[in-house]
């Protein structure tokens, strides 16, 4: 399986940024693994920042997890027609800088631990400043 993102950039205070993740090399179709997103900013460990549920076939979006530090800002939601996991950020902060990986496991339940996933996408810079 290969991730590959995009969507990084450079954003004000304030602002929005929706990261992408496309998935492919897989015999099985990304709704079939648990995804994520996770970030590493300079000097830092890495950050588990979203998480969600493999969904299967249902229609639907799986259950989620969240940072406490990006609750009720960011949002993370698949598309499963074009087999891509997507990342919504508002509201950004100077301190979401970092640069977001995109990850993946066959695994039934989402986790924010980073040593649960084999599969990670090479990454995409985001920067928040004025």
């Known amino acids: 399986l290969q991730l590959v993102e995009s969507g990084g950039g450079l954003v004000q205070p304030g602002g929005s940024l929706r990261l992408s993740c496309a998935a492919s090399?897989?015999?099985?179709?990304?709704?079939?693994?648990?995804v994520g997103w996770f970030r590493q900013a300079p000097g830092k460990e890495r950050e588990g920042v979203s998480c969600m549920d493999l969904t299967g076939d249902r229609p639907s979006n799986g259950s989620t997890k969240y940072a406490d530090s990006v609750k009720g800002r960011f949002t993370i939601f698949r598309d499963s027609a074009k087999n891509m996991v997507f990342l919504q950020m508002n509201n950004l902060k100077p301190e979401d800088t970092a640069v977001y990986y995109c990850?993946?496991?066959?695994?039934?339940?989402?986790?924010?631990?980073?040593?649960?996933?084999?599969?990670w996408g090479q990454g995409t810079q985001v920067t928040v400043s004025k």
């Open positions: 090399g897989s015999g099985y179709p990304l709704n079939e693994y648990v």
């Open positions: 990850v993946a496991q066959w695994i039934r339940f989402c986790s924010l631990r980073s040593a649960v996933y084999d599969h």
